[in-house]
C-alpha cells in the first residue's frame, strides 16, 4: 500500500529541490560576483590587511594524507553527527 504525501511534504521537497538548483545556477554563472575584486570565495574577509599571505608559514602546513581520506573523515563526521542527531530525536 502507498504511502501519501502530505501537501506540506511535497512543498517542502519542492522549495528544498528550486533552492539547490537556484544555487547551481548562481554558482555556475558568477552572480554577485565583483570582477575587479580577483580573489576566491573567503578571501574577502583577510584581502584588506596588506601583506596577509606572509603573516603564515605555509609550510609548516603540510598534508601528511591524500586528499581522498580527508574526504573520507569530513563524510564519516556528518554521518557520525547525523545518527547522533536521528538518536536524539
Known amino acids: ?6 501537501v506540506w511534504g511535497i512543498a517542502a521537497a519542492a522549495v528544498g529541490i528550486l533552492a539547490v538548483a537556484a544555487a547551481v545556477y548562481i554558482m555556475i554563472n558568477g552572480i554577485g560576483l565583483n ?3 580577483d580573489y576566491g570565495a573567503g578571501a574577502y ?4 590587511i596588506p601583506d596577509y599571505e606572509k603573516t603564515l608559514d605555509w609550510d ?13 573523515f569530513f563524510f564519516g563526521w556528518g554521518a557520525i553527527v547525523w545518527a547522533v542527531w536521528k538518536k536524539m530525536e
Open 1 to 6: 500500500m502507498a504511502r501519501r504525501r502530505s
Open 35 to 37: 570582477p575587479d575584486l
Open 45 to 48: 574577509y583577510y584581502a584588506d
Open 60 to 72: 609548516t602546513y603540510s598534508a601528511g594524507l591524500p586528499f581522498w581520506v580527508y574526504l573520507l
